[in-house]
């Protein structure tokens, strides 16, 4: 650096300001697995409460190792680099590892900046939102997968259609249909997404069908469609006879919700 060779001496808070940049006597080393990140802790108890609650226990912030299933080495450095540059953009890539970091050393300021821009729909869009979620789920970041079903609701029936929703987990179908924004025609699309998904991996999913035909919302269907269903297609014959009780309960409740509506019409009329 130039003030070096003529000889000047920077301000305080220039030097201050070049060590921290720079990497300059740090007093913190942060290790993650195998590998090691010189730092200092001034920089992480700014931002992170993480750091600051360490130290508050007592902990000495020489040496800190962090989880290596809940912070990656590569994601560290980047927030590490956020922290110390005003004009950090987020590395679309690196999304869900860094946003799962962040989650965990509890950065406020970040993960706001972070939500912010894949709420922007013309920075993130569906499909890129079907991206991201995928990320998400290789790094098991169930949170942004949670964020992102908002999103991919809108072209939830393109979703469906591929192999990446039919090698999703239980847990993770369960959250589409417990959804309230899925865009679907009606609710038989939803009976016939149960199905598809059941049938892929069957019969490891037969546990699943009564807890994800619970969350079809057959009451909404009109009541001619039901004896339909009840006369479910020999092909499937083994999916719907574990739930011949669930789809007999709602068509007893639609008969006299039926009942009960055409009572109140001859009372009306006379």
Not at 92 to 113: C, G, M, Q, T, Y
């Amino acid at each position: 650096p130039d003030f070096f060779y003529n000889h000047k001496i920077p301000p305080d808070e220039k030097m201050v300001e070049y060590k921290l940049r720079n990497n300059i006597a740090c007093d913190t080393t942060i290790i993650i697995g195998k590998e090691i990140f010189e730092c200092h802790s001034v920089v992480l108890k700014v931002h992170t409460e993480y750091f600051v609650k360490l130290e508050e226990t007592g902990f000495s912030m020489k040496s800190v190792e962090l989880p290596s299933n809940q912070v990656s080495m590569d994601s560290f450095c980047e927030i590490y680099n956020w922290m110390m540059n005003d004009d950090y953009e987020i590395p679309r890539p690196k999304f869900a590892d860094i946003f799962k970091s962040a989650i965990f050393l509890k950065i406020k300021d970040f993960v706001n900046e972070f939500m912010a821009i894949i709420d922007d729909k013309e920075l993130i869009d569906e499909r890129e939102a079907i991206s991201i979620f995928l990320e998400a789920k290789k790094i098991d970041c169930r949170l942004l997968q949670s964020h992102m079903i908002a999103k991919i609701s809108r072209i939830f029936l393109t979703f469906v259609a591929s192999l990446d929703f039919l090698e999703l987990s239980f847990e993770e179908v369960h959250e589409f249909f417990k959804s309230n924004g899925i865009a679907v025609n009606s609710e038989m699309d939803m009976l016939y997404v149960a199905l598809r998904w059941l049938e892929f991996e069957w019969p490891k999913r037969k546990n699943c069908v009564k807890r994800l035909f619970k969350l079809i919302k057959f009451e909404v269907m009109p009541f001619w469609i039901l004896p339909e269903i009840r006369n479910y297609p020999v092909r499937f014959a083994h999916i719907f006879c574990l739930v011949e009780d669930l789809i007999d309960d709602v068509m007893r409740d639609h008969s006299h919700r039926h009942a009960a509506e055409q009572g109140k019409m001859i009372i009306f009329l006379l």
